[in-house]
């Protein structure tokens, strides 16, 4: 079992920058897959960002792809999300999941532990 809360959403202005964390409990964090999944309103969820348990492989959605860095402190069972030049379209609910298998195609990624969400609004 494994127990993730998201911390670092809020309000941010177009342009801006703002750091999501995730803390995890468990002792197998470190060989788990961390993603990031984001929903806004109206708008399906989508897989934001992705990294492997050893942080030697990432994945982005086109979308944050240039703006966007996940990375993960084993040492700290912490992920996190680095967003930069944030736009309006980011606005959204961003999920912390967990998967204990590896991926090769994170396209067929679904998380298998999620938080609770932590919101980003960006204001233009």
């Known amino acids: 079992q494994v127990q993730l809360v998201e911390s670092g959403g809020g309000l941010v202005q177009a342009g801006g920058s703002l750091r999501l964390s995730c803390a995890a409990s468990?002792?197998?964090?470190?060989?788990?897959?961390m993603a990031w999944f984001r929903q806004a309103p109206g708008k399906e969820r989508e897989l934001a960002a992705a990294?492997?348990?050893?942080?030697?492989?990432?994945s982005y959605a086109d979308s944050v792809k240039g703006r966007f860095t996940i990375s993960r402190d084993n040492a700290k069972n912490t992920v996190y999300l680095q967003m930069n030049d944030v736009k309006p379209e980011d606005t959204a609910v961003y999920y912390c999941?967990?998967?204990?298998?590896?991926?090769?195609?994170?396209?067929?990624?679904?998380?298998?532990?999620w938080g609770q969400g932590t919101w980003v609004t960006v204001s233009s």
């Open positions: 468990g002792r197998t964090f470190t060989s788990y897959t």
């Open positions: 990294i492997s348990w050893s942080g030697g492989s990432t």
């Open positions: 999941t967990a998967d204990p298998r590896a991926y090769n195609d994170y396209t067929s990624y679904r998380g298998i532990y």
